[in-house]
C-alpha cells in the first residue's frame, strides 16, 4: 500500500556546460537568497519530461530539450528543521539543451515569481556558500562528468537572510 508522500521529490533541470551554467536566483524556501536549479516538485499527473521542459521554461525563460537523464539524489539537511522545513528532499536530474527562448534575467513584474531571474554563471563564481545543493550537484557533473547518486547529508547548511546573487 502507497500512503501519502512524506519526502518531497522534485526534478530539476541543468543547463550548462564544462564553463557555466543557467541557475535562478531564488527567492523561497529553503533556497531563498541562493541560486538554485529550474525545480518543480512532482506530480503523478505529469509526465516527468513536461515537467521539467515546463518548469525550466517558465523559470529561466529557454524552451529546452533532454539530453539524458542523470540520476536522483537525496539531499538530508538538518538545519532546516528549526524553520519547519522538510529536512529530505529527492531530486532528479535532467541535463537539458537549450532550443529556443530568451534567459529572463530579472523578475517578471507581472507575477509574485518565486525567483529574481535567472543568470549564466561561472562554474568557478558556484560555490556552498551561494549555491544550493542541486547547483553543486550540478557543477560537479558539468566540471567532472560524473554523477554520484549517493545520500548527500549536509549538516551546516543555512536559509541566507540576504541574496548572494
Known amino acids: ?3 501519502e508522500q512524506a519526502t518531497p521529490i522534485y526534478i530539476c533541470g541543468v543547463i550548462g556546460n564544462e564553463q557555466a551554467m543557467i541557475v535562478n536566483k531564488c527567492l523561497t524556501g ?3 537568497n541562493r541560486y538554485d536549479l529550474a525545480t518543480a516538485p512532482i506530480f503523478a499527473e505529469t509526465p516527468l519530461s513536461d515537467a521539467v521542459s515546463q518548469i525550466t521554461q517558465t523559470q ?14 537525496q539531499f538530508h539537511l538538518p538545519g532546516l528543521a ?4 522538510p529536512t529530505t528532499m529527492i531530486n ?3 541535463l537539458l539543451e537549450p532550443v529556443g527562448g530568451q534567459l529572463i534575467t530579472e523578475r517578471p513584474a507581472y507575477t509574485q515569481a518565486l525567483s529574481a531571474g535567472a543568470a549564466r554563471v561561472p562554474l568557478t563564481a558556484l560555490n556552498w556558500g551561494n ?4 547547483v553543486m550537484q550540478a557543477k560537479r557533473f558539468l566540471m567532472t562528468g560524473a ?3 549517493a545520500d548527500q ?4 547548511y543555512q536559509v541566507l537572510k540576504d541574496p548572494c546573487f
Open 1 to 3: 500500500m502507497i500512503g
Open 30 to 32: 529553503p533556497f531563498k
Open 60 to 73: 529561466t525563460g529557454l524552451a529546452t530539450v533532454i539530453a539524458k537523464q542523470l540520476g536522483t539524489v
Open 82 to 85: 528549526s524553520l519547519g522545513m
Open 92 to 94: 532528479i536530474f535532467y
Open 131 to 134: 549555491s544550493s545543493p542541486a
Open 147 to 149: 554523477f554520484p547518486v
Open 153 to 156: 547529508p549536509i549538516a551546516a
